[in-house]
T-cell receptor
Framework: GAVVSQHPSWVICKSGTSVKIECRSLDFQATTMFWYRQFPKQSLMLMATSNEGSKATYEQGVEKDKFLINHASLTLSTLTVTSAHPEDSSFYIC????????????????FGPGTRLTVT | GQQLNQSPQSMFIQEGEDVSMNCTSSSIFNTWLWYKQDPGEGPVLLIALYKAGELTSNGRLTAQFGITRKDSFLNISASIPSDVGIYFCAGHLSNDYKLSFGAGTTVTVRA
């Protein structure tokens, strides 16, 4: 159980275009999904938290107009990188937590396999 | 989020050796989680700890939630080549579902 998928696993796009990344919880309902960014040899940096049906909460320094997050259902969240530039190239990872497992396990976050974005 | 101090930053170990890494914080945490990340993949949850003093095992892995609730350690016994990867500690502050992460411990195993 607790499987999270991401699509695509990698994407190359041209500068100025937009890219959408999908995050799905496959076997549980995700009350909350999180989007992270990870640079090489660094830890995960939280970008935003999204709850189903409500606006995402962005971390300080993350441009909400550039990184659009939609959490339309309990199993799907999307991150759209708008007007991408080379400095947006990174490894983007989503995670999900949910009540399906109940109790204390609701604090556990399960991560997707990540999406490698390269902007040329 | 709150910064977790994870050490060591990296380690080279001989196959069959035991490995230990730890995380500390100046703040009290409600939960401690340990993840492993392979290159190009997302982190995979290894062990979750919820009570101060709790000692939990998962195969060759053992982790403990410190009594002060400000630290945790992870042990790997009898390391094997597939233990290679980056191990992250993470934790939740009180009533906050956001995770704070350590900087990671890179483990390399010499055959």
């Amino acid at each position: 159980g607790a499987v999270v998928s991401q699509h695509p696993s990698w994407v190359i796009c041209k500068s100025g275009t937009s890219v959408k990344i999908e995050c799905r919880s496959l076997d549980f309902q995700a009350t909350t999904m999180f989007w992270y960014r990870q640079f090489p040899k660094q830890s995960l940096m939280l970008m935003a938290t999204s709850n189903e049906g409500s606006k995402a909460t962005y971390e300080q320094g993350v441009e909400k107009d550039k990184f659009l997050i939609n959490h339309a259902s309990l199993t799907l969240s999307t991150l759209t990188v708008t007007s991408a530039h080379p400095e947006d190239s990174s490894f983007y990872i989503c995670s999900a937590r949910g009540w399906a497992f109940g109790g204390q396990s609701a604090y556990e976050q399960y991560f997707g396999p990540g999406t490698r974005l390269t902007v040329t | 989020g709150q910064q977790l101090n994870q050490s060591p930053q990296s380690m080279f170990i001989q196959e069959g050796e035991d490995v230990s890494m730890n995380c500390t914080s100046s703040s009290i945490f409600n939960t401690w989680l340990w993840y492993k990340q392979d290159p190009g993949e997302g982190p995979v949850l290894l062990i979750a700890l919820y009570k101060a003093g709790e000692l939990t095992s998962n195969g060759r892995l053992t982790a403990q939630f410190g009594i002060t609730r400000k630290d945790s350690f992870l042990n790997i016994s009898a390391s094997i080549p597939s233990d290679v990867g980056i191990y992250f500690c993470a934790g939740h502050l009180s009533n906050d579902y956001k995770l704070s992460f350590g900087a990671g411990t890179t483990v390399t195993v010499r055959a």
